[in-house]
């Protein structure tokens, strides 16, 4: 596959922090059974190149794994190197963006000003991801989009199933979701798990709606 293509296609990457190394696969699966299919492992979390690896391999052809809040190109060819398929930062680094897209992975760094946000794609990142989104709400993000149709931006941060659909209607072409979908601080018990699943069912809805 495709990872820009089918990260534009599915638009929803669920983000995924703190979680137990352990957790993380049962994460992966009850996300995909509710039809979101990408999913962002932090490298702030226990065990998170090990972690991407088993999701990639386990998850093949079902979920594309990427990394998340990656803040330099060091960590960036790690994380790529594990399996990851597309590396999320929460800033702007052009040598973190260039080292992505040498390994061939889809880039997204985080911005938030017009000037941020062109720089950034400028620099080679594929989406921006505008962060954080739930700071000035939809109505910042509609006048950030407005004169940059031509770049493909991502709300995080703050994104909702309240608001969601306001960020799709404003040009949004994906979404970062951390804990309006997936709250690590739970035991991730069969009920949570299938909780997860409806939770991830009912944002897709949202944004095919």
């Known amino acids: 596959m495709n990872p820009l293509a089918h990260i534009l296609e599915h638009k929803i990457v669920a983000i995924v922090r703190g979680a137990h190394p352990a957790d993380l696969l049962k994460i992966a699966q009850a ?118 149709p031509h770049i493909p931006l991502m709300p995080t941060g703050g994104v909702s199933l309240d608001n969601i659909k306001g960020f799709a209607e404003a040009g949004a072409k994906a979404f970062g979701l951390g804990s309006s979908l997936v709250d690590t601080k739970p035991a991730m018990t069969d009920e949570y798990l299938a909780q997860l699943t409806e939770k991830a069912r009912a944002f897709v809805a949202a944004v095919a709606g």
């Open 31 to 148: 996300v995909q059974a509710g039809g979101v299919r990408m999913m962002e492992v932090t490298l702030n979390s226990p065990g998170a190149l090990a972690s991407i690896t088993e999701i990639a391999r386990e998850m093949e052809g079902k979920l594309l794994v990427g990394a998340g809040t990656v803040l330099d190109p060091e960590s960036a060819r790690a994380a790529l190197l594990a399996g990851a398929k597309f590396i999320i930062s929460p800033t702007l680094n052009k040598k973190t963006i260039r080292m992505t897209k040498r390994y061939g992975a889809v880039s997204i760094p985080g911005a938030y000003t017009a000037t941020e946000i062109l720089k950034a794609y400028e620099y080679g990142g594929d989406i921006i991801k505008v962060f954080p989104a739930g700071a000035s709400g939809v109505s910042y993000f509609k006048d950030i989009a407005g004169p940059l």
